[in-house]
Every structure is written in C-alpha cells, then in structure tokens.
C-alpha cells in the first residue's frame, strides 16, 4: 500500500496558560508499512486539559482530565519527569479521559493527546503542566534504624509516620521487602507509644541467617492524608542474623556466621519496651 507522503506539524500552543485549552489540527494518518497518507478534511478537534473537578488548573491531589470537542480521543498518554505514567481511562464515547491515579505535588506532567474527527482525520497535541508544591508534607523513621543493620530472623520492619495516614492503601501499594532468599510476609498497621502510625512488615516464617534484604518505601508524591504528601523515596538494606535471647547480649549476639571467618558484626540495641530492636528476635506479648 502506497501513497505520496505529506508533512506534518504538530500543534504548538504559543504559551502556557494555568487552564490549558490545546486546539488540535486535522493530523496525518500512518498508513500501511509506516507511510504517512494525506490528512481526511474536516473541522480539527478541540482538546482541553483540566482538572477533574472541572477547574482549570490542576492542583496535587487532583485527577487530570482530558476532554474533546468536535472528535474523540483514540489515546492519551500522561508521564511525569522518571518517565511513569500517570494511568486513566476513556469514557463518554471517547469525549473525556480522566486519570485514575491523583496527581503528585511539584511534579513535572508530559500529556499527548490523540485524536480521530468526524472525517476519519487525525491529529495530536502535546503539552507539559507542573503541580504546585504540598501545603504540608509528610515523613517517616525506618526500622532498624540504620543502613546495614543486623536484623534477627523474626524481627519485623517498621515504617513509623511523623503524621497520620489517612490513605493506608495508596502507601501500602509503594511499599516493598526483598531478598536474595526469597521470604513472604504481610503489612500490619498499628500505633506506637508515642500514638504515631506505624505499619510493620512480617514475615511469615523465619529468615534465614545470612540473607541480605532491602526495605524500599517508593512514596515520593503520594498522598498520606489530611493534606500532606511525601517528598521522597525511602530504602534501607540490612542482613539477617541468627536468633538471639536476653541472655545472649553479652555474649556473641551481633555477629552473623556466613562463612568463615564472620562477615557481619553489629552491636546489640535495645529498644522500647524492653524488647530487643537492633537485632534477634521480636517477642511479643
């Protein structure tokens, strides 16, 4: 299938605006074997970019939304700065995309739009927008409590927050446990002494002794609740011991035997409520 190819330009809106209303040109259509066949005649489509909510500008927090007049979306793809896409979905006969993730705070969104008119033309726009910064963020303390701990075989992970989280599913998704030795377990939300929330990852049977982990929380611009975000990223790696007791603290406790001679040495900790924290086992009760 041939045909004489025609050149096409994109439409470049000559400034942005906080509303960002794009009118989008009659397109090229990719024909068979990657040839570009001349555009169908008719009126271009009309693409708008808002918020959700139907205010113009959009806020963190918001869901974007994309709508079309005088034709329907074909696609919409939206990625912010790391390259992840923000997803979402078609409705009203293809006249409005709405995502279904909320938009981050300060993030950098890339949005293209694709378009199909009454005529069968194509076209397509392309256009970037920034979120505004939280108004209030929020933070949190891993556990163990440094990079490289020593950790006992059935002692938790902990994740305590400095403010409540009121959205426990959309942090729970960002949160992640590895291993080189493969060990399953669950999340378990809970308040510490201090009445702060916490959530703690256990696994369902002991780790081996040995076994190198990473605890990543990948929560930069997810919402936590009552108007606060996270800024960051969070990892921590650490090595798992062998079981210690109360009455193993003086003696060779933080040492894990890899090989010969010992790899890992860590001194013992002790943490709230009496029960041990820097390494061997969580007893609870």
Same mark, same amino acid.
């Given at each position: 299938?041939?045909?004489?190819? =025609?050149?096409?330009?994109?439409?470049?809106?000559?400034?942005?605006?906080?509303?960002?209303?794009?009118?989008?040109?009659?397109?090229?259509?990719?024909?068979?074997?990657?040839?570009?066949?001349?555009?169908?005649?008719?009126?271009?489509?009309?693409?708008?970019?808002?918020?959700?909510?139907?205010?113009?500008?959009?806020?963190?927090?918001?869901?974007?939304?994309?709508?079309?007049?005088?034709?329907?979306?074909?696609?919409?793809?939206?990625?912010?700065?790391?390259?992840?896409?923000?997803?979402? @979905?078609?409705?009203?006969?293809?006249?409005?995309?709405?995502?279904?993730?909320?938009?981050?705070?300060?993030?950098?969104?890339?949005?293209?739009?694709?378009?199909?008119?009454?005529?069968?033309?194509?076209?397509?726009?392309?256009?970037?927008?920034?979120?505004?910064?939280?108004?209030?963020?929020?933070?949190?303390?891993?556990?163990?409590?440094?990079?490289?701990?020593?950790?006992?075989?059935?002692?938790?992970?902990?994740?305590?927050?400095?403010?409540?989280?009121?959205?426990?599913?959309?942090?729970? #998704?960002?949160?992640?446990?590895?291993?080189?030795?493969?060990?399953?377990? =669950?999340? +378990?939300?809970?308040?510490?002494?201090?009445?702060?929330?916490?959530?703690?990852?256990?696994?369902?049977?002991?780790?081996?002794?040995?076994? +190198?982990?990473?605890?990543?929380?990948?929560?930069?611009?997810?919402?936590?609740?009552?108007?606060?975000?996270?800024?960051?990223?969070?990892?921590?790696?650490?090595?798992? @011991? #062998?079981?210690?007791?109360?009455?193993?603290?003086?003696?060779?406790?933080?040492?894990?035997?890899?090989?010969?001679?010992?790899?890992?040495?860590?001194?013992?900790?002790?943490?709230?409520?009496?029960?041990?924290?820097?390494?061997?086992?969580?007893?609870?009760?």
């Amino acid at each position: 299938m041939s045909q004489a190819p =025609s050149r096409h330009r994109p439409f470049r809106p000559r400034r942005a605006v906080p509303a960002l209303a794009l009118a989008v040109g009659v397109g090229t259509l990719t024909a068979c074997g990657g040839v570009e066949g001349p555009a169908s005649q008719g009126d271009p489509v009309k693409v708008a970019l808002g918020a959700a909510g139907g205010t113009g500008a959009v806020q963190a927090g918001d869901r974007l939304r994309v709508t079309a007049k005088g034709g329907v979306l074909t696609e919409v793809t939206v990625t912010d700065s790391r390259g992840q896409q923000l997803p979402g @979905g078609l409705g009203n006969g293809g006249t409005l995309w709405t995502s279904r993730a909320k938009a981050a705070p300060d993030t950098k969104y890339s949005v293209v739009a694709r378009t199909k008119n009454a005529q069968g033309g194509v076209g397509a726009a392309k256009e970037s927008l920034t979120t505004a910064k939280a108004a209030g963020l929020n933070t949190l303390t891993l556990g163990p409590g440094s990079p490289g701990s020593v950790v006992g075989p059935g002692r938790p992970l902990t994740l305590t927050f400095d403010f409540p989280v009121t959205d426990r599913a959309a942090v729970e #998704r960002r949160l992640s446990v590895t291993g080189d030795r493969r060990t399953a377990g =669950s999340w +378990h939300w809970a308040k510490d002494r201090n009445g702060r929330d916490r959530v703690d990852w256990r696994p369902a049977q002991q780790w081996k002794p040995g076994t +190198h982990g990473t605890l990543r929380a990948a929560l930069d611009g997810v919402y936590s609740g009552g108007g606060r975000y996270f800024a960051d990223d969070y990892d921590l790696n650490f090595t798992i @011991g #062998r079981s210690c007791t109360d009455s193993d603290m003086g003696r060779d406790c933080g040492k894990v035997q890899v090989s010969d001679p010992v790899e890992v040495t860590a001194p013992s900790e002790r943490g709230e409520d009496n029960r041990t924290t820097g390494i061997g086992d969580w007893h609870d009760g």
